[in-house]
């Protein structure tokens, strides 16, 4: 079945900062759908942004990922890190069936004043 | 902007009891799934549907049963509460294309088995 892994654990970083969330997938399907989500502290998992289409970049609220094919990547980078970005964040491959969603184990970032 | 609302909030329970968590989605959405999430293992799929009546097998759906009774109704139930199922669960609901797939979470459902 499909899969993801994503940078492991806890990332902190120091306000103004660049922020650069990996993720890579395995997915059976050859026209890939990668989404991130975030969930702040005591809320639940939002969309924050999506891809379907490869090699283009896809930017909400400040960040940005570009889905590439070639290397199975769906990276999350923000220029400037903000206190307000510290959350979870999941990556997550469209499975074709059901619209699942798989996601991975998140990763969490800390930014510090 | 769509809605999801899931009850109750916070539930209480002792080994062997009996659980019924609610979700109703007002989306207008075919898809609902209901998801565990624990420290270290993100978010799992227990058990999902694609409109009343539909049941589909998640990634993790021993212990757990549900039912869709209507297309705004997903129900999550423990029929033998266990201290394993100690988690916060997550209600959710997708539409197809037209809504680019995006999945809309309730607010969860904290739920502690004694």
């Known amino acids: 079945g499909d899969s993801v892994t994503q940078t492991e654990g806890l990332v902190t970083l120091t306000e103004g900062l660049p922020v650069m969330l990996n993720c890579t997938y395995q997915t059976i399907y050859s026209n890939p759908f990668l989404f991130w989500y975030v969930q702040h502290l005591n809320e639940s998992p939002r969309l924050l942004l999506k891809?379907?289409?490869?090699?283009k970049r896809t930017e909400h609220q400040g960040f940005h990922a570009t889905l590439h094919k070639s290397s199975s990547s769906f990276h999350l980078q923000k220029s400037s890190a903000q206190l307000s970005d510290s959350a979870l964040y999941y990556c997550?491959?469209?499975?074709?069936?059901?619209?699942?969603?798989?996601f991975g184990a998140g990763t969490r970032l800390a930014v510090c004043p | 902007e769509a809605a999801v609302t899931q009850s109750p909030r916070n539930k209480v329970t002792v080994t062997g009891g009996n659980v019924t968590l609610s979700c109703r989605q007002t989306n207008s959405h075919n898809y609902m799934y209901w998801y565990r999430q624990d420290t270290g293992h993100g978010l799992r799929l227990i058990h999902y549907s694609y409109g009343a009546g539909n049941l589909q097998i998640g990634d993790v759906p021993d212990g757990y049963k549900a039912t869709r009774t209507t297309q705004e109704d997903f129900f999550l139930l423990l029929e033998l509460a266990s201290p394993s199922q100690t988690s916060l669960y997550f209600c959710a609901s997708s539409g197809d294309w037209g809504s680019s797939y995006e999945q809309y979470f309730g607010p969860g459902t904290r739920l502690t088995v004694l």
């Open positions: 891809s379907f289409t490869d090699n």
């Open positions: 997550a491959p469209l499975s074709g069936s059901f619209n699942k969603l798989t």
